[in-house]
Every structure is written in C-alpha cells, then in structure tokens.
DNA sequence: GGACAGCCATGAGGGTTCTGGTAGTAGAGG
DNA sequence: CCTCTACTACCAGAACCCTCATGGCTGTCC
C-alpha cells in the first residue's frame, strides 16, 4: 500500500511516516502543495493525507485540481482542530475523510484502514464540454441524446481533451497521458486518434469540436464545437 | 431520506432532529439502545446516527449487533471528545463513519449526506436492475415473474454486477470481490461466468443486459437490459 | 460404499476488434 | 513554390473475448 503524506510541518510529516511505515505502509512525504501535486500525479497511491494549511497550494486546491484531472485516489483530509467550516468545505471538494487535528496514530491508521477498505472512492464525475459528454464510469460517451461508442483507447484520449477542454494540449502531452509513460512509439498515433474521434464525434454531427493548433497542439472547443 | 436518530440526551437529540428535518429529513428518534434497535429492525432507514454512550445497549453493541442480522444501513456513529481508541473500535465494529462530540450542524449534515452518497456498503438487502432483481438473503434470482435459477457462482458475480449496474466493472475488480481476494487462477473463468449469466439472463429474454466493454470490462444496463 | 449429478476451474481454439505503424497526400506557412 | 506539418487510408499483428470440452471435486441418493 502506498501513502502519500503532503505536510508541511516536518516534525508531523516525519512522525506520521515513521508510524505508517511501522504499520506497512509504503510512504512518500512531499512538504508543500506543488510538490504533493507533482508527486501525485507522477504515482500511482493507493492514499494520499493531505494537510489543508499547505504553502504553495493549499490543500482543498490540491484535493479538487486531482479530482479535475479525473484522479480519484482516497483522500484523508487534516483539519485544523477549530476550523469546524474547513470540514464541511474538504468533502464537498471531493476528500473522502478528514481527520482532526491534533490526532493520535491509532485514529490516523483506523481511519486510512478504514478508506482503503472502502477503496469505494467516489465514482470520477461525467465530464462534458457543451453538448458534448462522457461518463468514465459508465464507460458512456454521447453527443446530446445520440450515444457514440469509443474504443476503450479512443475513449482516453477523448476523456483528456475534455478534461482540458478550452485549452491547447500538445500532442507529447496527450502521448504521456493517455500512453503508458515508458511509450516510444510514433507520435503519429495521437494524430491517428484525433481522427478517429472526429470520424466519431464531428463529422456525423457536422460540428468541428477538434480544432488543430499547428506546431502546438489540439484543442477541443469548451463548448463541444 | 429517513434517518434514525439514537441519542439518549433529550436536548441533543431534538436538536439533531430539528436541524435534520430542516435539511428536508425524516427523523426517528430513539432515546436508548433497544429502542434503536427496535426501530432500526423495523424500518428501512437511508442512514443511522448513533451514539456510543447509551442506556441499555451501548452504540458498538447496536451497530454489531445489526451488521451481523445483515443490516448494513450508514451509520454515523457519535463518540465522545477523549476517546480516541473509541473511533477505531467504532469502525472496525462496522460503523462507517463517526464524528467527535460536541460537533456543528453543518459538519453533521456534510458527514450525513457524504454517507448517503457513498450509499451502503455492500448490503444483502434485495437489489435490481429494470425488471431483473435478486435478493441476496433468500437466493432469489428473476426477471419479472419468471424466477431464474443460478448457481452460487453465478448469483455472486451478478449480485456484484446488479450493485454496480450501470458502471463499468474491470474482470479483475469481479475477480478480486467474487472470488476469493487471493484467488490467482485464470480471469477467463470470469468470461466463463459472465456467459453462463447471458444464457440465463439474457438469451431466454431476448435481452442483452450485459455488455462488454472491450478493454475496460463489463457494464450491466442499469434497467436491466 | 458406489454411482451419479451438479458445480466449478482450466485450457485450447477461433473469431473479432483494436491498435500501432507506414506511406502517400493534402494543406498551411514562409 | 518549397518545406514542413498534419491528415487519411490501409494493413498486419496483437490483444481480447467467446465458446466449448474436459476433468476434478463435492454432496446426495440409493
């Protein structure tokens, strides 16, 4: 099991993971908010704790710009003790607990045991840009009422461009995304999707949703096309 | 949404009740353990809110007690600010989440609604999809009127299916929660399963319930097919 | 106890779909 | 008009899934 600990109090980040490893965690500890970004999407945790007051970004920042990206590992928030509304706040921006602080380490581990457990992370939310949507749980993708089937590859590229709809995205970006990392194959094959998908989701509605943004990238319309 | 209140402090408990029928609940409220667990059996609640400290039956008992009758109603337990070790026994008694005395409203109603949520957990209460139901505790398997006889194999993988209908469910996720967690054998006895459930459930039907999802597993329709 | 039936796991064969690569073409930008 | 980038069609191998046959195991019934 791997745990992330984003904490910027080091004397806490070192203890909590001297106590986890003694439980048989696998721990790595970033000390503020950009690095806990990085670290997170660069890894695959099975958990991540993460402190709200965090220099850089802050912790429910942190918590939404992962659920944005469609990274729902669990996360156990931790709270300052008096900050009642900071409660309320971490799971409505998608943290699946929190704890108080100052807490105990049978609490914190109870608690993680208690989230892994569950592994129930809320579902990744539909994503959609205008009429444009998809339901990665579902596996579901369709233009207004019309369904359109996605192979599961066509579909990935499709959810990354949605997720940064309005944006222009290099195609070295989507091969890293969408790609196993370790890919050394053609870029070509991004090329090869986007058409793939506009035979799907443009040409049989007439839109122009994939815009090509030559020697940058693509973009997908914020509004679907 | 109905919820059972137990809470054997009468100025907590009305004004729990009060703040949660404001919030557009229904509210049983129980002022001691076997009062609870009366009203707990007796109703279908959405969700339980559960004192430890109670007269007659104290909260783990309650919670224990209903957990191994097969309720597996959300139950938000109460404990009291000093016992720490009183929230991991909490969980591991089955609670499935608990929150520190004294607390606020908004905390409670955040905690309450990300229970209900994240919906019960895996509850032998009787589930369906369109017009093919099972009831997991009698073994019951039928689309309509028709019953459908399984075996325990199969009604386990299409309970898993049933409970997730609508979603797509990876071969291994089936693998890992139908079959025992250290099972290593082949994941083709799932494509195995998955065609006995088609012949029983589908094909006399003329109905195609179970869809494949090449590469990412298999969803079944949320109104049965 | 022995025969039998039902359930389950396994393995192989075969068909279908997906995927990544290639190569020729079109088009934009200088 | 030339160059470079992106578009498109097509192909072959790989991956994936479906299906069926087989044999072990267990519990039941004579």
Chains 1, 2 share one sequence.
């Not at 745990?3 to 070192?14: F, H, Y």
């Not at 945790?45 to 850089?56: A, E, F, K, N």
């Not at 990935?156 to 709809?165: N, Q, S």
């Amino acid at each position: 099991m791997r745990v992330l600990v984003v904490e910027d109090d080091k004397r806490v980040a070192s203890a909590v993971r001297r106590g986890l490893e003694a439980e048989g965690f696998a721990v790595d500890v970033a000390l503020d908010g950009v690095d806990g970004l990085h670290l997170a999407r660069e890894n695959n945790y099975d958990s991540i704790v993460l402190d709200i007051m965090l220099p850089g970004i802050n912790g429910y920042r942190l918590c939404a710009q992962l659920r944005e990206e469609g990274d729902w590992t669990p996360i156990l928030m931790l709270t300052a003790k008096d900050g009642e509304l900071d409660e309320a706040e971490a799971l409505d921006t998608g943290a699946d607990d929190f704890l108080t602080k100052p807490f105990s380490f049978v609490v914190l581990v109870a608690r993680l045991r208690a989230l892994l457990r569950r592994g129930a992370r809320s579902a990744p939310a539909p994503v959609e840009a205008g009429d444009l949507h998809l339901d990665p749980a579902a596996h579901r993708c369709g233009r207004g009422e019309i369904d359109i089937e996605l192979t599961a590859r066509e579909f990935a590229v499709l959810e990354f461009l949605v997720r940064r709809r309005g944006e222009v995205v290099a195609k070295s970006e989507i091969l890293e995304n969408v790609w196993d990392f370790d890919f050394d194959g053609d870029p070509n094959i991004v090329e090869v999707y986007i058409r793939r998908l506009r035979k799907k989701i443009d040409e049989p509605f007439a839109r122009e949703a994939i815009t090509t943004i030559r020697g940058a990238g693509y973009r997908l319309a914020a509004d679907g096309g």
